[in-house]
C-alpha cells in the first residue's frame, strides 16, 4: 500500500501556489494581519511556497535555503497575539474553501496541521 503525503494528495506544486498567491492578498488586507506583512509580497510568498512545501511532504525546499524552519523563532520578532493567530487560521480555512481543497483529505490534513501550528506561534496575550 503506498502512502501518499498531504502534497501528494493535494496536487503538489499546482496547489501549493494557489493556496500562496490566494492567501497573501487576504494577509495584506487584514487589519489585523497586514502590520506583520511589509514590504515586497513576492518574497514573502516565495518563502511561504518553500514552508508549506516542506510541511505537507513535498521537499526540504525551505530547510535547504534558510535552515530548519522553526517557525515560532523565526516569528518572534513579530507580535502574534490569539486574535492575529486566529485571522491567520481564518484566512487560511477561507483559502483553502476558495481553492477548493477543504473538502479533499489533504486539504483537512493541512487544516488539521495549520490548526495545531497556528497557537504555537502567539508570543504576546
Sequence with gaps: MEIKTIYEKIGGDESIRKIVDTFYPKV????????????DMSEIKRKQWMF?????GGGALYSEEFGPPNMR????????????AQAWLKLMHETLTET????????????????QIAPIMINKH
Excluded: C, W
Design 100 to 115: 477548493g481543497l477543504i473538502d479533499t483529505e489533504g486539504g483537512k490534513a493541512l487544516f488539521e496541521r495549520l490548526s
Design 28 to 39: 495584506y488586507e487584514n487589519e489585523e494581519l497586514s502590520p506583520l506583512f511589509e514590504g
Design 52 to 56: 508549506l512545501t516542506q510541511l505537507t
Design 73 to 84: 523563532v523565526r516569528h518572534m520578532p513579530f507580535e502574534i497575539t490569539p486574535v492575529r
